[in-house]
């Protein structure tokens, strides 16, 4: 067990929890979870979509759990699979969609209010890892697209939800 205040990543041990490796890892977990919320009122195919990239947010923190062992120049488009997949179920998704003429306001339904809610964390949680990786050095720019694609999923599927 670590010490307080410190933890383990693969590879190292006693990590601070200060660490700018923990903060990244810790924002993406936030986003998860905002993931899991908003699947738990969303309809079945929104509920897919959300699923799939909850276990893509879990390989990414593994991913960068990993940083000790395979080093910041190890990452270099390890999340393309991913982002294309995730791309072409935003493309069906808007070709799907009307969008409003104006800006909306979620939350008249525990759906689009927790899609909301998911929409902004992944928007933070990409805020958050464009820094780390600048500080860092991490080249991978297909995380950094993942996460900005994510958000977009957010809001097409808060349309999706929209109360008619």
Known sequence: ????????????????????????IGVLDEASASLSLAKA??????QELLEASQKD???MMGVLASLPKIGAE???????AELTRL??????????TIYPGE???????????????????????????VAGFDLLGIPDQSILQ?????????YLLILAEMPA
């Open 103 to 129: 800006f909306i306001q979620p939350g008249q339904t525990p759906a689009t209010g927790a899609l909301d809610l998911a929409r902004t964390t992944a928007r933070r949680a990409e805020r958050v890892l």
């Open 57 to 59: 947010l879990s390989r």
């Open 1 to 24: 067990m670590s010490p307080v205040g410190k933890t383990d990543l693969i590879g190292e041990g006693d990590v601070s929890k200060a660490d700018p490796r923990i903060n990244l």
């Open 146 to 154: 993942y996460l900005n694609r994510l958000s977009t999923l957010c």
């Open 74 to 80: 190890g990452l270099t488009g390890v999340f393309l």
């Open 87 to 96: 791309e072409a179920s935003i493309a069906r998704l808007e070709a799907q």
């Open 41 to 46: 009122f969303c309809s079945a195919p929104s």
